[in-house]
């Protein structure tokens, strides 16, 4: 099946620093990549959805200048989260979709932030 | 508005069959899909049912009724490492998938 890897697995940063979650599709070339929040039992929170080439379309509520996506090329995708704060600690997780197959997303592994 | 319904713990016992049901109310249906999530990971597919009828992969079973906005996901020959959250998320007419909050199933001896 399709891989899709994210780095790093884990981070801990200090406060009003800022953190870039890369996100890479390793055998299909992903035309869309979607990024997700997800709070201790509660479920995916999706927070932005990009397509190679062109900029981010954000969910309501989510701040584009505080969650910067970049979607460079086919296979990469980074979040950035700039001048993280304690309430930005959470489970951050990618998916990509491929043209071919955009109903089934394959998830990275996800990115647990730890802001102190 | 967009709503997903699942129960949010179930429990069974090792080698028994569960079924973990799915309601949903959304704008437009793509398909509706099932999701395995272990504690600190992410989701793996499970299932994607886009007809109405029973999808068999396994041990797994994912049902779909359309008319009645209802899927149920039937796990058979339960197993402890099937200890997880499932998921159910349903794609809508803009080809965005809603998730519900999960299900969390304990499996006990």
């Known amino acids: 099946g399709a891989v899709v890897s994210q780095h790093p697995s884990r981070v801990i940063c200090k406060s009003g620093t800022s953190v870039k979650i890369e996100c890479r599709s390793l055998?299909?070339?992903?035309?869309?990549m979607f990024w997700y929040r997800q709070f201790p039992k509660q479920s995916l929170m999706l927070m932005a959805t990009?397509?190679?080439?062109?900029?981010?379309?954000?969910e309501q509520g989510v701040e584009k200048d505080k969650f910067l996506i970049n979607h460079a090329s086919l296979t990469l995708s980074t979040l950035t989260v700039t001048s993280a704060h304690p309430e930005d600690s959470s489970f951050y997780i990618c998916?990509?979709?491929?043209?071919?197959?955009?109903?089934?997303?394959?998830f990275g592994p996800g990115t647990r932030l730890t802001v102190t | 508005g967009q709503n997903i319904d699942q129960p949010t713990e179930m429990t069974a016992t090792e080698g028994a069959i569960v079924q973990i049901n799915c309601t949903y109310q959304?704008?437009?249906?793509?398909?509706l899909f099932w999701y395995q999530q272990h504690a600190g990971e992410a989701p793996t597919f499970l299932s994607y049912?886009?007809l109405d009828g029973l999808e068999e992969k396994g041990r797994f079973s994912s049902f779909l009724s359309r008319s009645k906005g209802y899927s149920y996901l039937l796990l058979k020959e339960l197993q402890m490492k099937d200890s997880a959250s499932y998921l159910c998320?349903?794609?809508?007419?803009?080809?965005?998938?809603?998730w519900g909050a999960g299900t969390k199933l304990i499996i006990k001896p």
């Open positions: 998916s990509a979709a491929s043209g071919d197959s955009s109903y089934e997303q394959y």
């Open positions: 055998d299909f070339q992903a035309t869309t």
């Open positions: 990009s397509n190679e080439g062109s900029k981010a379309t954000y």
């Open positions: 959304t704008s437009g249906f793509n398909g």
């Open positions: 049912n886009v």
């Open positions: 998320a349903v794609m809508d007419s803009n080809y965005q998938l809603i």
